[in-house]
Nanobody, 121 residues
């Protein structure tokens, strides 16, 4: 009933920029919190960035100063802005969100299906 869909991935040159989107659809009241993760085949899933319900953001040391996370509450869409991309940023990126389907209701954790980001070298 409620889904997350990532978009904006693709091929980019080293040093380039890319903005990923994470759109929530279906019955939803609000996005309470959001995070982004990435995964490379054969490696563990890595936390990249998060945004709390209070508006506090944080990013992994590996992307600090290059990536930033934001949420547009009016559109129920989250974003991951990626600048100064490096080949080692190549991965499938997943968005993770805690959402409410009704005001003050129970939070639900949902995941998107991922979008491929490839940084060529």
């Amino acid at each position: 009933q409620v889904q997350l869909e990532e978009s904006g991935g693709g091929l980019v040159q080293p040093g380039g920029s890319l903005r990923l989107s994470c759109a929530a659809s279906g019955r939803i009241f609000s996005i309470n919190a959001m995070a982004w993760y990435r995964q490379v085949p054969g490696k563990e899933r890595e936390w990249v960035a998060s945004l709390t319900s209070g508006g506090a953001s944080n990013v992994a040391p590996s992307v600090k100063g290059r990536f930033s996370i934001s949420v547009d509450n009016g559109e129920n869409t989250g974003f991951l802005q990626m600048n100064s991309l490096k080949p080692e940023d190549t991965a499938v990126y997943f968005c993770n969100a805690w959402i409410r389907v009704v005001s003050g209701g129970v939070r639900h954790e949902i995941w998107g299906q991922g979008t491929q980001v490839t940084v060529s070298s």
